[in-house]
Structures are given as structure tokens and as C-alpha cells.
């Protein structure tokens, strides 16, 4: 194998310099080896990235409603939610600024319950095995249908908006 003679001078050290050689060597060696890795964790950096970035353009999934009659009032809307990236969206009534929890690839949000719109609980998952979504909302029944819709129209709309401040962010582009 034919070695390569380090481009540090270290002549003129006395007994030191063939120390002082090896050590060169060694830290060229070093330095070629981090190259290769800051390159390879480039590239693979790069694919992870396109990879997110392919995921905008889904195909419309399919949703479940759990409860009769809740696809006509909510099932567009969770097309919306599924293709902003959002994972799972839990309304609970009664924890104050923690009552809707979003959960996405690039974090969580919290807030409550928008004003001028009644607290009904619901959640909504998307993906999972199948892929598809799932809204539930137990109290859901024709008398409070409204309700239901004025609260998931709401509430979507936010988690949609705090998904996109939290993927701009997590994605440092500062737009």
C-alpha cells in the first residue's frame, strides 16, 4: 500500500518530529473520515426530508365515523386534517387551555375550546394499521348535530393553523 506523506512540515522539532508525524497522519486520516460522514449524513438527511415533504401529496383517506351520521358532519373536514399532517385530535370539555390536544409529526398543541362555540368532546386519528381516519364523538345524536359541527369546523381550523406554525418551525425556515 503506498502511504501518503503528510502535507504538515514538521521538520526542524528535533527529537519530536517523527511524533509530531505521526500525529499529523493521524489527524488527516481523522479529518478524511469526518468528511465522509458529514457527507453521508447529508444525503441521508436530504432523503428524510423529501420524504416529509412527499407526504403533503396523499391520496384522500378513508374515514370512519364511529357514531351514525357524524360522516355527514364531519367527514370533508377530516380529508383536511389528514392532508395538513395532522395525527390525532382529542377535544375533551372541562380542561381549560389543555381541553383540545393536536398531535402532528412536528409536535403537540394545546388551547381550548373557541369562544362562542359549545364544549363537545370528539377525536379524530388518522393513519393507524389501516391508514385511514377515525372520528368518535359518543354524545353525537340529531338534536345536537349543530353543535357538533359548529365545534369540529372550529377546532379543526385551529389544529390545521398550529400544525403548520409547528411544521415551519421544526422545519427552521422561519416563514
Known sequence: MLQRQSSIPVHGFGPFASLLHSIA????????TIAFILIVVAALGATVSNAQSAAKTTAPVTVT??????????????????????QKITAMPGKDRRSIA?????????????????????????????????????????????????????????AIKST????????????
Do not use: C
Open 25 to 32: 497522519q493521524q489527524v488527516e486520516i481523522t479529518m478524511r
Open 65 to 86: 365515523a364511529v357514531e351514525p351520521g357524524l360522516y355527514a358532519v364531519a367527514g370533508a373536514r377530516v380529508q383536511q386534517v389528514a392532508a395538513a399532517g395532522v
Open 102 to 158: 393536536v398531535e402532528s409529526p412536528w409536535g403537540y398543541s394545546y388551547f381550548d375550546y373557541p369562544k362562542n362555540v359549545k364544549p363537545v368532546p370528539f377525536e379524530i386519528w388518522v393513519g393507524g394499521s389501516a391508514g385511514g381516519a377515525t372520528i368518535s364523538a359518543p354524545g353525537f345524536n340529531d338534536t345536537n348535530k349543530a353543535d357538533y359541527k359548529a365545534a369540529i369546523d372550529a377546532i379543526i381550523s385551529h
Open 164 to 175: 403548520q406554525q409547528n411544521r415551519i418551525y421544526m422545519q427552521g425556515s422561519g416563514r
